[in-house]
């Protein structure tokens, strides 16, 4: 039998306990050390402010004034959410997958770490990870891996994956020194990737399953929760078997730790996936050319805001909220109403041209060269013809491709040459709308296109186009305001002999009648225009339509009575304003507020009204437009097949131009002012006959679907139907003239009902 010696025994043990605390000595110095990144070696980590304001990228979001989304800026697709908005699912699955122990822990698991070091030694791959969620969360929102915190040591591979396992541990007991488990739960759902350029929860639930993350079901967190781990890999779009494999695993750990009983797993393993996928994209969801406008409007504010006052925010990663002027209720009607009239117009305009080519002159013979114009001037075509020579660029324009294609029934996929989809593409009518509140100012709803994906142009504020007899109101309101007429006052449709221009109406007849304002203007008789502008001026009527509001250059000369200076949309509904508002020109809004992530105000945006005149004429223009819809032979009458009539005061004018190639119409009740034009790409796209192509017959549907839609709506009181207000002591008595009585409806003559041409 072999006698230990006590001195050997003894001996052997103080080497141990010397080992230990020099190992302990050590890993202490190494982890202090790497906290004071001693002689540059490790690399440094996040200050104290940067832990206690920890900063993820977030996208910047659009708001209408009803509270819902509109579309966001981004680089990354992130908007955070706090713990009570998240279903319990979801931070049962989290906890269940990836970090059992988390409510236990200080934020490093021994027994993690423990098991994970004996997977490596006998080679077990499946042993698992070892990093807490609050370890994740360091590496995650706080880059230790980064660049920037990298010392020289951090230049050897191991060595670089060590520094940094070291200080996210160090941070790990900080941030659960500092924040409670909610939060540090919080900050990681929140930051989190789950493929498809879907950042967070709240975002993630939105993509996958089209729902809040409050709302989101034990089988659908588990498919999100499982999809952390490798987010290509578990794509349940690209891999939905391993996707399917991967949620089950999930459901198994909730089993496992008693967060889902037995018999609920075996039920919910067996469930298909259930995506309802929606891409989240620059492309997509309500008034898309409202919030691309709006992109270049935030970008200068926030160049200016952070010029001002010394800040760095960003539009793309600063989570900026913008409380727009939008109503989303309205929005939604008008997109579906421009869509629902847009349809039908394209079929009709298709039908019309019987498979001929639309790009036709006056005589309605197709002008020659007119789709090799349009290619000799794309920046595509100009590139190509610089690298490969004239000749070989006309060949690859004529080369088929597949190619995926706008049409009103859905995307379709076709093999075309480009120079047949640029056909295809021009014989698309186009068309803008926009509603304000001329009380405000306030922009309520924005459609500058048929499709945002394939047509970006925005036809309500980039496009100008001759508005045609909507451009008559002001030239009546000149009048009247100059006292070179009253609303009672008669003009007869006929030609001037002194006036240097006497136009034609659009029936190129006289009827040598002593005609109201009223009459004249329900009408669109092109002679009485011709002739009031002649009295009082062309320089007086661009005055006037300046200082209602619009801003685009205007040519003194008399044809501008019948709308041959281009202008938008936009700048129309804005200077329509000023007649239902009493006469006060109301500066176009469009953001009421805008606060940064934190809920700090950092602008609010308050209307601008200025007095551009009495209220008295303001009134008497919307008698005069009142007629369009209420007398016999007015334009606008076949509103009243639309029901937004009865018990409702509507001021209206409709416009078609030359060879109607723009059609347009303007509606005014008492609460909001609405424009639209529709038309082709180019003014030589157009229908063949007034009979389609005017402004009631074009552009005027589209209105009064959109209002129909309105006033359907319960919850949009302050849209109600009603009279415009009158001015006090408002009397106007022009004896026998047309009655304006909303309840009495004389159907509109069977001839032209438009008839602005020139």
């Given at each position: ?20 605390a020099l190992?302990?000595g050590?890993f ?6 790497v906290?004071?990144?001693f ?8 200050d104290?402010?940067t ?9 910047s ?11 966001k800026?981004?680089?990354e697709n ?5 713990f ?8 049962d ?8 122990r988390?409510l236990?822990?200080s ?12 997977g490596?030694?006998?080679?077990n791959?499946?042993?698992g990870?070892?990093s807490t969620?609050?370890q ?6 706080f ?5 920037k915190?990298e010392g ?5 591979p ?10 996210e ?9 500092k ?15 789950f493929?498809?350029n879907?950042?967070g ?6 993509t ?8 989101l ?7 999100l929760?499982g999809?952390?781990?490798n987010?290509?890999?578990?794509n349940?779009?690209?891999?939905p ?7 089950n695993t ?6 496992k ?6 018999e ?34 935030m970008?200068a ?7 001002d ?7 793309y ?5 913008i409380?727009t002027?939008?109503d989303?209720r309205l ?10 009239h847009?349809?039908t ?19 309605g013979?197709?002008?020659p060269?007119f ?6 001037s794309?920046a595509y ?5 610089a690298?490969?020579?004239?000749d070989?660029a006309?060949k690859?324009?004529?080369?088929p ?7 009103y ?12 989809s ?6 698309f009518l ?7 509140d ?5 922009i309520?709803a ?18 100008t186009r001759?508005?045609?007899s ?5 030239v009546?309101?000149a ?8 609303p ?10 002194e006036?240097?221009y ?7 007849k006289y ?8 009459q004249?203007l329900?009408?669109s ?6 002739a009031?502008?002649?009295?009082e001026?062309?320089?007086?009527v ?14 003194p ?11 938008s949309?936009?700048?129309m ?6 007649f ?5 020109r109301?500066e176009?809004?469009?953001i009421?507020?805008?606060e ?22 303001a ?5 005069l437009?009142?007629?369009a819809?209420?007398?016999r032979?007015?334009t606008a009458g076949?509103?009243h ?14 416009g ?6 723009d ?12 424009g ?21 017959r ?5 209105w ?5 839609k309105?006033?359907d709506d319960?919850?949009l ?5 009603g ?7 408002f009397?106007?008595?022009?004896g ?9 409806y004389?159907?509109p003559?069977?001839?032209?009902d438009?008839?602005?041409s020139?």
């Amino acid at each position: 039998m072999i006698e230990l010696q006590p001195g050997k025994y003894r001996r052997s043990i103080i080497r141990v306990w010397l080992f230990t605390a020099l190992g302990l000595g050590l890993f202490i110095l190494y982890v202090v050390a790497v906290s004071f990144n001693f002689l540059w070696l490790f690399g440094g980590m996040p200050d104290l402010v940067t832990l206690e304001n920890p900063k993820s990228e977030l996208a910047s979001e659009l708001m209408s004034e009803d509270g819902k989304s509109l579309g966001k800026y981004f680089f990354e697709n992130r908007t955070p959410v706090e713990f009570e908005q998240v279903s319990k699912n979801v931070t049962d699955a989290l906890v269940a997958t990836e970090d059992a122990r988390f409510l236990n822990h200080s934020g490093i698991d021994p027994r993690s770490m423990l098991r994970v070091a004996k997977g490596v030694l006998l080679g077990n791959a499946s042993s698992g990870g070892g990093s807490t969620l609050t370890q994740q969360v360091a590496k995650n929102l706080f880059e230790t891996r980064s660049e920037k915190f990298e010392g020289l040591l951090g230049k050897i591979p191991f060595v670089r994956t060590v520094i940094a396992k070291t200080k996210e541990w160090i941070l790990s007991v900080t941030l659960e020194r500092k924040y409670t488990k909610r939060e540090i739960m919080m900050m990681y759902l929140n930051t989190v990737s789950f493929g498809n350029n879907t950042f967070g929860i709240k975002v993630a639930s939105k993509t996958y399953f089209d729902k809040e993350p409050s709302d989101l079901e034990v089988s659908e967190a588990a498919l999100l929760v499982g999809m952390l781990q490798n987010p290509t890999l578990y794509n349940p779009l690209r891999f939905p078997v391993n996707a399917t494999n991967r949620r089950n695993t999930v459901l198994a750990q909730m089993a496992k730790y008693d967060y889902l009983p037995d018999e609920e797993f075996e039920s919910l393993k067996e469930k298909p996936l259930a995506l309802r996928f929606t891409v989240d994209g620059h492309n997509t969801g309500p008034a898309p050319y409202f919030r691309e406008s709006m992109r270049g409007y935030m970008r200068a504010w926030v160049k200016q805001y952070n010029d001002d006052n010394g800040t760095d925010y960003d539009l793309y990663t600063s989570g900026l909220r913008i409380y727009t002027t939008i109503d989303s209720r309205l929005q939604q009607y008008q997109e579906e109403a421009m869509n629902e009239h847009m349809k039908t117009q394209q079929k009709l305009f298709d039908a019309h041209w019987k498979g001929r080519n639309p790009w036709a002159d006056e005589n309605g013979k197709e002008i020659p060269g007119f789709i090799e114009k349009a290619v000799r001037s794309l920046a595509y075509f100009k590139v190509l013809k610089a690298e490969v020579g004239e000749d070989e660029a006309w060949k690859v324009m004529q080369r088929p491709y597949k190619m995926k294609v706008f049409s009103y029934d859905g995307e379709k996929e076709v093999t075309m040459s480009p120079m047949d989809s640029i056909r295809y593409y021009k014989r698309f009518l186009h068309a803008g709308m926009i509603s304000m509140d001329p009380r405000s100012g306030e922009i309520k709803a924005w459609v500058g296109g048929v499709n945002f994906k394939y047509f970006k142009y925005d036809h309500v504020k980039q496009g100008t186009r001759q508005p045609g007899s909507t451009f008559k109101p002001f030239v009546y309101v000149a009048a009247l305001d100059k006292n070179f007429l009253t609303p009672c006052d008669k003009i007869v449709d006929a030609p001037v002999p002194e006036n240097e221009y006497n136009p034609q109406n659009s029936n190129g007849k006289y009827t040598n009648q002593s005609l109201t304002l009223r009459q004249a203007l329900g009408q669109s008789v092109n002679s009485v225009s011709a002739a009031i502008i002649q009295m009082e001026k062309p320089e007086t009527v661009v005055e006037y339509a300046h200082k209602l509001g619009i801003t685009s250059k205007l040519d003194p000369y008399p044809s501008l009575a019948l709308g041959v200076s281009s202008v938008s949309v936009f700048e129309m509904v804005n200077a329509y304003c000023a007649f239902a508002n009493g006469g006060y020109r109301s500066e176009a809004m469009t953001i009421l507020r805008i606060e940064d992530r934190n809920g700090n105000v950092l602008q609010e945006f308050h209307q601008k009204q200025n007095q551009e005149l009495q209220a008295s004429i303001a009134y008497d223009m919307l008698y005069l437009m009142r007629g369009a819809v209420e007398d016999r032979g007015g334009t606008a009458g076949r509103l009243h097949s639309y029901g937004v009539t009865s018990g409702n005061e509507i001021a209206a004018k409709t416009g078609t131009t030359n060879n109607h190639s723009d059609s347009w119409f303007m509606g005014m009740t008492q609460n909001l002012v609405s424009g639209i034009w529709v038309g082709g790409e180019d003014m030589q796209i157009h229908f063949r006959t007034i009979e389609l192509g005017q402004g009631g017959r074009a552009a005027m549907p589209a209105w009064g679907l959109y209002m129909k839609k309105v006033y359907d709506d319960q919850t949009l009181i302050q849209y109600r139907r009603g009279p415009f207000i009158k001015p006090e002591n408002f009397v106007l008595d022009c004896g026998n003239v047309a009655s304006d009585s909303t309840d009495t409806y004389i159907p509109p003559s069977t001839s032209d009902d438009e008839g602005t041409s020139f």
